[in-house]
């Protein structure tokens, strides 16, 4: 079974639900998920924040970065349907 099928029955599952705990467990989930994915993207170190600061400098000098323009496009294309 894929991926998209699966999140599919567990929207299906989530529209029925109606134990109020098991809700606030799955909000603590997605709160807690959300948490552990920023804190994963941010620099623990000043080591870690100086490879950063080179990668993006690296970026930049390859061509490797994109306008506001064009981000705010691709934003609007993909969720203002």
């Keep these: ?20 705990k098991l809700i606030k467990k799955i909000e603590a989930l997605k709160k807690d998920s959300i948490t552990d994915h920023y804190e ?3 620099p623990k170190d000043l080591q870690q924040l100086t490879q950063k600061l ?4 690296q970026d930049i000098l390859s061509g490797n970065v994109h306008s506001q323009d064009s ?7 993909r969720f203002n349907q």
């Design 71 to 77: 981000v705010e496009n691709y934003f609007k294309a």
């Design 40 to 42: 994963q993207r941010m």
């Design 54 to 57: 080179k990668q993006s400098e």
């Design 1 to 20: 079974m894929d991926i998209a099928v699966k999140k599919i029955e567990l929207i299906e599952w989530l529209t029925r639900l109606q134990d109020e």
